[in-house]
């Protein structure tokens, strides 16, 4: 069955027949139509084109027609067109070609100019006359059109049953999903054990990278989902902690739109994925789950983790304490300008208000020592806390010694764990064939592995038990002797020199909320210091000039002087001028 169309010199090029599915779901399930493209081969040949001048481009099944970029067999379609050798494109319908006009139309005009003609199951069209153009061209645009249709259906219902808090998403560890779809705690008291240590850690270390120093110096491992959904258990890291920390589904919330794709500027690329900020997750629905925490305490832990963000000019966070010199260093702002001033330790400490400078390039606002205000300041936040000093040191105690005690309960479940892997493993390994060495051989080699964790685990635990048993309370003893002597205990311990800088920096931003500075004049400034709850106190600091004439009452010490020199007054050696 021939075609008018057709020509001799289309039948002098090869043909192709086009076969594509859209997901590897559809590959495996619908055969039929496999098959039915597969069978267009026949068409060709009823068309007039030979058997060895039909070639099957079949390499893009399981993927979209959304798009070109990772469709080779498409694009080498295209080139192969471009280049003349094809005179018949066959495909059971547009839609397995292109469902892009902006892939479908460039087609179609290379098409035109090399007199390929297009068929599929209603027709032959030639690109190259209007009336050809014209409906493969309405063809296209239907197909695209019925793609978005679909897309939007299939969301749509998506967000009605997110809505709802019903969407099936995969839960992280510590979740279970049963078989009626109901969620619950991970029935492995370890894994909830493990998970209570993490934030109890964290809201007393107040960040992700302490958690994790605490967690690896016990050799405690974290539970985490692989992209499968098994759990398995890994080594803390800094990701694997702030992950754990931010995921809301622990204080019993379903989330869906918790990120967002972001384009990418090179063409071809699959957009990256990037996280939303709290208030802009698309979809919320509260005490959906079982929570590890309270949603007051997950919003605390987040305010936290954003604090301890370096982003002094966007987010005006304060970052988490650091070892340097200067002890209000992330909480001092200008009383110039307004902005967050920064730490500058070249040529001694100093803060800095450098922001109109950066942005505009204006001077600087000002730039004050940071050693007499830090004196100051430290004077007045101890004076404030003198009163509760013997309450706080009772409940620290107390906390030391819980945290000591969730700290050595993850141990001891971890060996068990391990201790059962390595029965486990024990009791595989003897059910084996021992003739068959390729199995035996693989599980040796897994007890093994079982075992040396476990004595790993053992003597880590064994040690760390020995170390903290000469220490009846969770204060080290010759720090404890300075405490009780000490008839003023928080100054004392504040000017340890045991006490690092960035304890005393934490233990300052437990009251303060931040400092304003301002130079009333040269060789004094104000200091406003805004307390938690919002009181302020305002001091005025002498601080250090560079010369004499720097002086406020320069001028009047020099007359002092010549006054004094004129009526020949005895000096401090009791000398005549």
Known sequence: MGSELVKPDHLDRRAVVYVRQSTPHQVITNQESL??????????????????????????????GAGAAHRKGFNDLVARVTLGEIGL???????????????????????????????????????????????????????????????????TGLLAKAERGELALQLPAGLARDPSGVVTKDPNIEVQQRLLLLFETFLKVRTSAQVMRVLVGRGLALPRRDRHGDLRWQPATVSAVTAILRNPAYAGAFVYGRTWQKPSRVPGERPQKSPRRGKD?????????????????????????????????????????????????????????????????????????????????????????????????????????????IDALSKARKAHQHSERALRLAEEQQIERLRY?????????????????????????????????????????????????????????DLRAKVVALGNRLPGLWNDPATRRDQRKALLRCLIDKVVLRRCERDKATVRIVWRGGA?????????????TALPRYREMIERICTLATRGGPTMRSRSY
């Not at 009336?131 to 061209?137: A, E, P, S, T, Y």
């Open 89 to 155: 494109i066959l495909s059971v319908d547009v839609t397995r070609l292109a469902r892009n006009c902006s892939d479908w139309y460039p087609l179609l005009d290379v098409c035109g100019h090399r007199r390929c003609l297009i068929a599929d199951r209603d027709g032959i069209y030639d690109p190259g006359t209007p009336n050809g153009r014209l409906l493969l061209g309405l063809k296209g645009t239907i197909s695209e059109l019925e793609l978005h249709t679909i897309r939007s259906r299939m969301t």
């Open 281 to 389: 997750w698309r979809i919320m629905v509260k005490d959906k789950y079982p929570a590890y925490i309270d949603w007051e305490t997950f919003e605390k832990i987040q305010a936290m983790l954003c604090d301890n963000r370096a982003e002094y000019q966007h987010i005006k966070s304060r970052g988490i304490p650091r070892d340097g010199a200067a002890l209000l260093h992330g909480i001092t702002y200008c009383g110039e300008c307004g902005h967050k001033m920064a730490v500058r330790y070249k040529g001694g400490s100093q803060y800095v208000c450098n922001h109109l400078k950066i942005q505009r390039g204006a001077p600087e606002c000002q730039n004050l020592r940071a050693a007499p205000i830090d004196i100051q300041v430290a004077a007045a936040f101890l004076e404030a806390v003198a009163p509760a000093e």
């Open 536 to 548: 302020t106190t305002e001091l005025v600091v002498t601080l250090p000039v560079n010369a004499v």
């Open 35 to 64: 098959r039915l493209q597969y069978a267009l081969s026949q068409r060709a040949r009823d068309l007039g084109w030979r058997e060895a001048d039909i070639d099957v481009i079949d390499s893009d099944l399981g993927q979209s």
């Open 421 to 477: 892997q390595a029965s486990l493993a024990e009791r595989q390994f003897n059910r084996a064939d021992p003739d068959n060495r390729l199995v035996t051989g693989e599980l040796e080699r897994r007890w093994e592995s079982a075992l040396l964790d476990l004595r790993r685990a053992e003597d880590g635990f064994a040690q760390r038990k020995s170390l903290k048993s000469s220490e009846p309370a969770g204060v080290p003893p």
